[in-house]
């Protein structure tokens, strides 16, 4: 683009040397530089999915090559199966948690950090720290929190003098603990989305308002809060899109179980598909994934982003 | 993908939002919050790490508090054993190759869209596009026998390639930016003195990039540092497996003994925290702006 600019002032016999030798170098660039990123990205993204398509519409284990056909058979088990139901209905309640309890308390938490306080460095660096843990680990962690034997569940539990709940083997009450973990994970990701966007507001709007004699509640909601729609929406977008993804958690939490109770697609397809080798099933499930997640994609950024 | 305007570096204590002085009735109501939702945060973790030094019977009746008795041998046993090294080695190895691929081939890449007219230019970074989409899980079957197929199962490269090719889109969209907002004036300069894209690349690119090289190497590390499906898909054997699926497993083997557990999931996230801690500004802005900016 900017190689093509011609500085006014060159004399044209300059520019078209330099042209000609632009073209020249042109091509070994492409040669060399686009094939390995190309290469990998087809033979390891694009022809899987692909695959899973074709792989969809056959009962296969793996093994030789796939013969037998049988039609959409796999994704009316798929729809027929009261686990995936259940998987639906949680990965909407990932994004329900995430409206309700994630975006008001990270966007609570953000403007407190953003005001004129003492420590508000260390707070963020604290609120932070558990998006940068593994999913896995923090699965881990909550496991003990949430033991009934040992851990911090069962120590308050002893100390107020009631019966240990064991939440996650509880088919009620598990999916409920779950989300806590997401929200205590992903809180702080969503805290620093707000914090950016606070920063991002004209000072003056809000002086205005000063001098207007707005009180510090009006001033956020009538004109930081509008102003901050664009955040809202981007951190609901990557709620829908954690939510999704959403398997290492599980795995240490509850494996998706107590029956099925708390799973999720990415678990459904693990449970299911990977651990039996159903390539089949487990290829119909990553593609009915597959459309949801770009189906949600576009749509969110038709919809909600459009002005962003 | 969705670009707002809003991912400048950021840095909270130093650009208040209100001019005001906040009075002190607030700031108590404040600090008494912020400690709450900290204690939160913090108490698990803490917790962990000290559960890690009781014996099994004083977890059940105290897991709060200090041990009464610290019993040091629960991290000395893991951190002589062979098996905490490996893991740590094995996940140190598959992050630093993800890393060093995701950051050339996507820089590579994103250097010919960003520079170079061509046809279908355009149609082939929405291609790359598609790979921000949708999660690795997806696809995760075919994935593996193709992978099988090469003869790449329980290798590193396994899982390596999967995560770099996953990584691409994010990757090629972060670069693509950054190089287009390099100042025009450069090309233009290097250009008339007869200086080719290759050794622009080099010479002039890549160290004026070292901010974004920065952003995708975090993005990419922290991700295969802590990726659990793909090493769980492809690796079968115990000796090449990262440390999340080592935490997997060592919890199976000693379920009964949580304190064993807590000790092994404290030092296995210890090199996170210390990283975080270390480098936490560049981490912080590397995974909020990158993931805004993609």
Known sequence: MSANAVPAGKTLAVSRRRKRSLANSKWPVLILFLP??????????????????????????????????????????IFRNSAFTQALINNGLIVLASLCVQVPLALWLATMISSRIKGALFFRLIFFLPYVLADVAAGMIWRFVYDGDFGLVAGISHFIGVEPPFWLADRDVAMYAILGVVVWKYFGFHMMLFIAGLQAIDKSVLEAAD???????????????????????????????????????????????????????????YNFGVTRMQVGFGSAVGVVLFVICVTLAFSYKRVFMRND | MTEISTAQPIDAASAPTSGQRIRAGTQVYMYVSLVIVAAIVVVPLISTALGGFKTLGELRGNPFGLPTEWQWSNYTDIIISKRYWLQMSNSLIIALLTVFLTLTFGAMAAFCF?????????????????????????????????????????????????????????????????????????????????????????????????????????????????????????????????????????????????????????????????????????????????????
């Open chain 1, 211 to 269: 001098i207007d004699g707005a009180t510090g509640f009006q001033k956020f909601r009538l004109v930081t809060l509008p102003l901050l729609g664009s955040t809202v929406r981007l951190s609901v977008f990557f709620a829908v899109v954690g939510s999704l993804q959403l398997f290492d958690m599980i795995m240490p939490l509850t494996g998706g179980g107590p029956s099925n109770s708390t799973q999720t697609m990415v678990t459904f397809l």
């Open chain 1, 36 to 77: 390995p990123a190309l290469l990998l990205f087809t033979v390891l993204v694009i022809l899987p999915m692909g695959e899973a398509a074709w792989y969809s519409f056959y009962n296969w284990n793996g093994y030789g090559s796939p013969t037998q056909w049988v039609g959409w058979r796999n994704y009316q088990l």
């Open chain 2, 114 to 294: 960003a520079h170079i007219r061509f046809f279908g230019a355009n149609y082939l970074v929405n291609y790359f596009l598609i790979g921000l989409m949708f999660p690795a899980a997806t696809a995760i079957l075919p994935l593996y026998i193709r992978i099988r197929d090469l003869g790449l199962v329980d290798t590193y490269w396994g899982v390596v390639l999967p995560q770099v090719a996953f990584g691409m889109g994010m990757s090629i969209m972060l670069f693509r930016n950054y190089f287009r907002n390099l100042p025009s004036e450069l090309f233009d300069a290097a250009f008339v003195d007869g200086c080719g894209y290759m050794r622009f690349f080099w010479h002039i690119t890549l160290p004026l990039s070292r901010p974004i090289i920065a952003t995708v190497g975090i993005i990419s590390f922290v991700g295969s540092w802590n990726s659990y499906i793909v090493p769980l898909i492809m690796l079968n054997s115990e000796s090449r497996y990262p440390w999340p699926l080592g935490i997997m497993i060592y919890r199976g083997e000693f379920s009964t003994e949580w304190q064993l557990v807590l000790a092994f999931i404290t030092l296995t996230i210890l090199p996170t925290i210390i990283a975080f801690f270390l480098a936490q500004k560049h981490i912080i802005a590397g995974l909020t702006a990158g993931a805004v900016k993609s």
